[in-house]
């Protein structure tokens, strides 16, 4: 083998290496938008084709996997939410190398049946595991030892449902969302000590949100599960976050409100924003959800979203719309293509820049899992465990179908080339 072979050898290694990325270390993955750089993901699975390795997991926890190297990160609680735990898998062997119990509950807040205690997906980054579980508590330990790090258990709302925001990670600062029935707030911690550095509470006035001028008293109409999201706007380093009834851009250093879009008429937002063209795309949540393509304001704005922005305002709404929006799922953006997965099994592929239908497609099942997407693919995971993949396209095509496990809550990681793929009691690596 001559050195110009060896060289291109090499190189052509090392750019595999780049294009199949390996950690996918908080819930939406490397970017927290679902996409991979994967090229060469599985099509088709079954429990009899394709798996690596499955793994059984104990407790009842819809918490997403999160993958650093070779560790493999979940989530778990005992059904009845007494006993908050957190589980390490090794990603090759899928043999349990760390099952450690983190919190007690003695009383634990009401759950509802289809929630679990452990909704939450952990956030991994440099050498330390971020788990939390809302007011059961919140930790920080040591990916090497599993050592805790600092803990807090002082940041508390009424869930009401159970918890679901997951917590994101951007610079120093550990962010997480506390929508509940009593207290809405937004806090930064400092990721290597766990003290406050900035909390704020939601602006928005629920006694004076009500429909027909009633307030809307229920704590459902307060709660939210949505988790948060940086980006650069505008040039600007802005913090995202869906509350109840409104999406508010902070200032991620201070929490400063710089401005918010209210939708009166929606609550229980749960997913993640999703960006691109100079647009935020969200579904705004239950009751009647909307899907809004936001365009970003200036410091001191607030749009109503039922009344059109003054004309010297810079935020607004591009486009909206009623039809095909998803509640639970988040949506995916590929190019100009924004698909969402609607709760009930549509699949609805619009322009991006436009709000146009391209297609909508009966798909079949129940999805609260968010999808993922390659460069020309779309993979999407039921409640009752089937998997389908869709081409990236203006047009419909159906590439896969596969079935496995008893039903996906959690969303799936990709590591490689493979996927893990949680289901309500075990976790899967899947792969060619």
């Known amino acids: 083998m001559n050195r110009i072979t060896l060289f291109l050898i090499t190189a052509l290694a090392a750019g595999m290496l780049h294009a199949n990325e390996i950690n996918w270390p908080q819930f939406r993955g490397p970017r927290g938008d679902g996409t991979t750089t994967a090229t060469n993901l599985p099509l088709r699975w079954s429990e009899e084709q394709a798996i690596k390795w499955k793994t059984p997991i104990h407790g009842k926890a819809w918490s997403s996997p999160v993958i650093r190297g070779t560790q493999v990160w979940l ?6 939410g007494r006993e908050l735990a957190v589980v390490c898998v090794d990603a090759q062997t899928g043999k349990i190398i760390r099952d450690k119990k983190l919190f007690d509950v003695e009383k634990p807040q009401y759950c509802h049946p289809f929630n679990s205690y452990a909704s939450p997906t952990p956030v991994l980054e440099g050498n330390r595991a971020y788990i939390t579980f ?9 990916v090497e ?25 951007h610079g120093d600062l550990f962010y997480l969302n506390f929508d509940g029935s009593d207290f809405q707030f937004m806090v930064a911690l400092d990721n290597k000590t766990g003290q406050t550095v900035w909390k704020q509470n939601r602006s928005v006035d629920y006694q004076d949100l009500g429909i027909d001028g009633k307030p809307q008293v229920d704590g459902d ?7 948060c999201h940086v980006a ?18 902070y200032d991620p250093l201070t929490g400063a409100e710089w401005w918010r879009v209210e939708d009166r008429t929606c609550y229980s937002g749960s997913t993640r924003p999703v960006l691109g063209h100079g647009l935020i795309f969200l579904p705004t949540g239950f ?4 899907l809004f393509a936001i365009r970003p304001g200036k410091k001191g704005e607030v749009l109503d979203a039922k009344t059109n922005a003054p004309a010297d305002m810079q935020l607004h709404i591009a486009w ?21 997965m609607e709760d009930n099994g549509t699949l609805t592929c619009w322009n991006a820049l436009t709000g146009e239908v391209h297609w909508s497609e009966r798909i079949g099942g129940n999805y609260s899992a968010s999808p993922i997407a390659t460069e020309d693919r779309v ?8 998997t389908t993949v869709v081409a990236a396209k203006r047009e419909f095509q159906k590439l896969a179908e596969s079935q496995l496990g008893d039903g996906f809550m959690a969303s799936p990681a990709v590591s490689g080339q493979d996927l893990f793929l949680r289901s309500r009691t075990h976790l899967y690596r899947v792969g060619n």
Not at 134 to 142: E, I, K, R, V
Not at 235 to 242: C, E, H, K
Not at 287 to 290: A, E, I, K, L, V
Request: with cysteine; hydrophobic share 30%.
């Open 75 to 80: 989530s778990t609680a005992t059904e009845d």
């Open 134 to 142: 809302g007011t059961g508590g919140t930790a920080c330990l040591d």
């Open 145 to 169: 030892t599993g050592e805790m790090i600092w803990t807090r258990r002082d940041l508390e709302c009424n869930h009401f449902r159970g918890p679901g925001s997951s917590p994101i990670i």
């Open 221 to 227: 109409y307060r709660k939210a599960y949505a988790t």
């Open 232 to 249: 650069a706007l505008d040039g600007r380093t802005t913090l995202l976050s869906q509350g109840s009834k409104a999406l508010y851009a």
């Open 287 to 290: 009751s009647s959800g909307q």
């Open 320 to 340: 909206r719309t009623k039809k095909g929006v998803p509640k639970k799922p988040s949506l995916q953006l590929v190019g100009d293509l924004l698909f969402g």
């Open 379 to 386: 993979y999407l995971f039921s409640e009752q465990g089937k």
